[in-house]
């Protein structure tokens, strides 16, 4: 039975090489996977799934106002298997919606993986739906420098500090965000003032 998945974790969890390795391993078993991310994740390339570890694949990016149900309709000639989707919660409610209704409708299993929250600890809306509707929902662990479970994807300015103001998408890596957990986090916000 298909199932929809969420696979969340903070930055630097390892979220991008986890679909990697899950998209080696359905097609090591000759199953067909689509590989897709949503257009606002450019930092890698417009139509290219890659983690900090080095692993890379080409994948199909989906537009902002694209019904991912339409475009899977146009695969289901090539006989797709699942679908495994990087950076989940750039994804708008509606195409979380069509990824549930391809799982109800068509028996795909869907596995996202992404972010929770931001950099302000505010759920993105791909990630509200997907906590809303997903079948299961597995945090990808990783810590802070303190040693505990980071869930905070801090952002930091150019000298390293904390920033808790500004638009809800900023593009990075390890120069913008930092993992933290809840506490190093407020002890940073507090220490700058």
Known sequence: MAKLYFKYGAMGSSKSAQALITKFNYEERGLKVWLIKPSVDTRMGIDTVASRIGLKAKCTTIHHDTSIWNEFENKLAQKVDVIIADESQFFTAEQIDDMRRIVDELEVPVLCFGLRTDFQTNL???????????????????????????????????????????EQVLLGGNERYIAMCHRCWKKSIENRD
Request: proline share 0%; charged share 35%; hydrophobic share 35%.
């Open 124 to 166: 993105f809306e791909g990630s509200k739906r997907l906590l809303e509707v997903a079948d299961k929902i597995t945090e990808i662990k990783n810590i802070c420098e303190c040693g505990r479970k980071a869930i905070v994807n801090a952002r930091i300015d150019d000298n390293g500090n904390v920033i808790t103001e500004g």
